[in-house]
Nanobody, 124 residues
Framework: QVQLVESGGGLVQPGGSLRLACAAS????????LGWFREAPGKAREGVSC????????WYADSVKGRFSISRVHANNTIYLQMNRLEPEDTAIYYC?????????????????WGQGTQVTVSS
């Protein structure tokens, strides 16, 4: 059974930083991309970032480029999203997601697998 468990959300002031983590389990991950989506109240869900199975190829939404960084540790099947210079517009529920390819982050249906989500709130 696929499991994606997020952690690291919370409340932070504008300009601050947070690091999200996602522990993945339940299937062979070496051929799967892992990444993040977010959903804010009243807004469509948005693909944030993705890292391919090899751990080197990455993708970022334009809205987070230069501020967010994704990384992957194969030894413990965990990915991280380092979020710097956070803005109130980054406030959302962040979901860890997985699919065979990062191309799914651009597709209408999105990735096949989703975690439960973790709340990130950026406010003074």
């Amino acid at each position: 059974q696929v499991q994606l468990v997020e952690s690291g959300g919370g409340l932070v002031q504008p300009g601050g930083s947070l690091r999200l983590a996602c522990a993945a389990s339940g299937w062979p991950l070496e051929h799967y991309a892992l990444g993040w989506f977010r959903e804010a109240p009243g807004k469509a869900r948005e693909g944030v970032s993705c890292i391919e199975s090899g751990g080197t190829d990455t993708w970022y939404a334009d809205s987070v480029k230069g501020r967010f960084s994704i990384s992957r540790v194969h030894a413990n099947n965990t990915i991280y999203l380092q979020m710097n210079r956070l803005e109130p517009e980054d406030t959302a529920i962040y979901y860890c997601t997985s699919d065979p390819s990062c191309a799914s982050w651009h597709a209408p249906l999105g990735p096949d697998y989703w975690g439960q989500g973790t709340q990130v709130t950026v406010s003074s």
